[in-house]
């Protein structure tokens, strides 16, 4: 079975026709068909009905395009990461984040294009329970979070602590206080993320548990959104500090500790023991490790 005969079966399936597949694939109508035929003398059956007009393909037909796909697809990823392993800059670095750990990986993703300023790194937006099973599938590189996966087969290196903070605008009444409760926060008008999270489920438990109003009255599907209607004044905003340490230099934002709320976390980089590993993607470990080695000598 070749790969060859594989893409014209595959062709002459999408265009439901012998002769177009020809002019698609710029080859004459009987090499198509020669193809086709040494295919099923191949898999010893028959994969397109020639008693219709079309090309309809049969059971034997359908199940091996299936396996054609895939095939074809394995081929390619082949070819990639045969090119991958000749030149770095051609490389890829994927990585699971979600929202709010964004801010994390971006000063991390920084130094590393100063490295590598070819190298494509594909940030993609996963909820936080999925990224462990998917690093240890082999679906991502290496993914951000805040715990501790379950998956037994995953690394993790610490890049940074991180906090649950009340933001407020700096006019706000309670800008100049050191730290604020939760009733104070419950007579707020509150600004909060739309997404369920394990972070938001355990701040309304612990509202719950003082009995005292969470009083949610602004929903919104983003954190910049969010932030954006604190400065507008429209409220307050429970968010890890890290996602607005930009706003709170500038003084756009007040950051106001909540000691109801120990919710102090550990930002780590989640990554697969063992295998093989593209060289963009042991470049970027290792640049993750000589940062850690960094921050633990000075």
């Not at 991958?84 to 964004?102: F, P, T």
């Not at 993703?109 to 999925?130: E, G, S, T």
């Not at 400065?231 to 106001?256: D, H, N, T, W, Y």
């Amino acid at each position: 079975m070749e790969l060859g005969e594989l893409r014209v079966f595959l062709r002459v399936a999408a265009e439901r026709s012998f002769s177009r597949a020809a002019m698609k694939l710029h080859r004459t109508q009987p090499a198509v068909s020669q193809a086709v035929r040494r295919l099923e003398e191949s898999v010893g059956e028959r994969l397109f009905d020639r008693a219709t007009k079309d090309a309809t393909l049969t059971d034997a037909g359908r199940l091996l395009r299936d396996y054609a796909e895939r095939l074809l697809r394995l081929s390619e990823e082949a070819e990639s990461a045969v090119k991958e392993l000749r030149d770095l800059r051609r490389g890829r670095v994927l990585i699971g984040v979600n929202e709010a750990s964004v801010h994390v990986a971006l000063p991390l993703i920084q130094r590393f294009r100063d490295a590598h300023p070819l190298v494509h790194v594909d940030v993609r937006r996963i909820p936080a329970r999925q990224i462990g099973a998917e690093v240890a599938q082999g679906s991502l590189d290496f993914g951000v979070l805040t715990f501790q996966p379950a998956e037994t087969r995953l690394g993790s290196i610490v890049l940074g602590q991180d906090e649950l903070v009340m933001l407020v605008h700096p006019g706000h009444p309670l800008a100049q206080a050191k730290e604020v409760t939760l009733a104070e926060c419950g007579r707020q008008t509150v600004i909060a993320h739309n997404d369920p999270s394990h972070v938001r489920d355990r701040v309304l438990r612990l509202f719950e548990q003082h009995r005292i109003p969470a009083n949610i009255l602004i929903s919104l599907p983003s954190l910049e959104g969010i932030k954006r209607a604190v400065s507008m004044k429209m409220g307050v905003a429970l968010l890890p500090r890290r996602c607005a340490e930009l706003e709170i230099a500038r003084g756009e934002l007040v950051a106001l500790p909540m000691p109801e709320i120990r919710l102090r976390r550990q930002v780590r980089l989640v990554y697969r023991r063992g295998g093989e590993r593209s060289h963009a993607s042991a470049a970027f470990l290792a640049l993750i490790e000589n940062h850690r080695g960094e921050r633990a000598s000075s």
